[in-house]
């Protein structure tokens, strides 16, 4: 039988809805999805470890980044720059997994234009009330930058139906058991099936030689 192609799922959301936990949890329950460790230029956050959480890197590296054209994607997002790398990308299609970008809105319009087999995913906090109690309960902001965010966040909403899909993250395993059922239905896709023709033929042509024989 044949097999899906590889394919990037992008999961992009507001600040504060929850998509990179959802991301991360799909990562952890599945061997054939992994995560995509974007690069960035911000500081890291407290607990946050180089490579694994993010390439932490400097502009000027970035910069070389994108003039040597290894991003698959890039945006400057309240004051700092964040990418995915090609080569983070390509290892995982070698091996045939689903990789998982958590991105934001304006690397999901580049992803969907560079690769036109990526599916894209919304995420959508429960209220603007539970957003913003999400935000204050990670202590990592200032409150000019946490108001920064939500009127992004704002702003990235009219793009919603740009995407493929919506999940709301009011329920947590519900999101991610939702986002398990895209990449399912995504993946049983026709047209992400090499040889599916010939594989189609082999097997009329095994049923008409077993109609021959019950004669």
């Known amino acids: 039988m044949t097999h899906a192609r590889a394919f990037p799922i992008v999961i992009a959301a507001p600040s504060g809805a929850g998509k990179t936990s959802l991301a991360q949890e799909l990562v952890r329950r599945h061997d ?37 054209d290894e991003l698959v994607e890039w945006a400057t997002v309240h004051g700092c720059r964040y990418g995915t790398l090609r080569r983070e990308v390509a290892a995982a299609f070698a091996l045939g997994r689903t ?19 990526a599916v894209l995913a919304f995420v959508l906090p429960p209220s603007g009330a539970e957003l913003i109690r999400r935000l204050e309960g990670r202590a990592t902001e200032s409150a000019a930058q946490r108001a920064s965010r939500l009127a992004a966040a704002a702003g990235e909403l009219s793009a919603l139906e740009e995407f ?23 993946s ?28």
């Open 164 to 186: 493929d899909y919506v999940v709301v993250n009011d329920d947590f395993d519900a999101a991610v058991a939702a986002l398990e059922a895209i990449i399912t239905a995504e």
């Open 99 to 117: 990789v998982v970008l958590d991105i934001d809105v304006q690397g999901a319009r580049q992803v969907r234009q560079r690769m036109p087999e």
């Open 188 to 215: 049983c896709r026709v047209a992400r099936h090499a040889g599916l023709r010939q594989t189609a033929a082999e097997l009329a042509a095994e049923l008409r030689q077993l109609i021959q024989r019950s004669r």
């Open 32 to 68: 054939d999805v992994v995560f995509s460790i974007s690069a960035t230029t911000r500081a890291p956050r407290l607990g946050e470890r180089d490579g694994i959480d993010y390439f932490f890197i400097d502009e000027t590296e970035f910069t070389r980044l994108i003039e040597a």
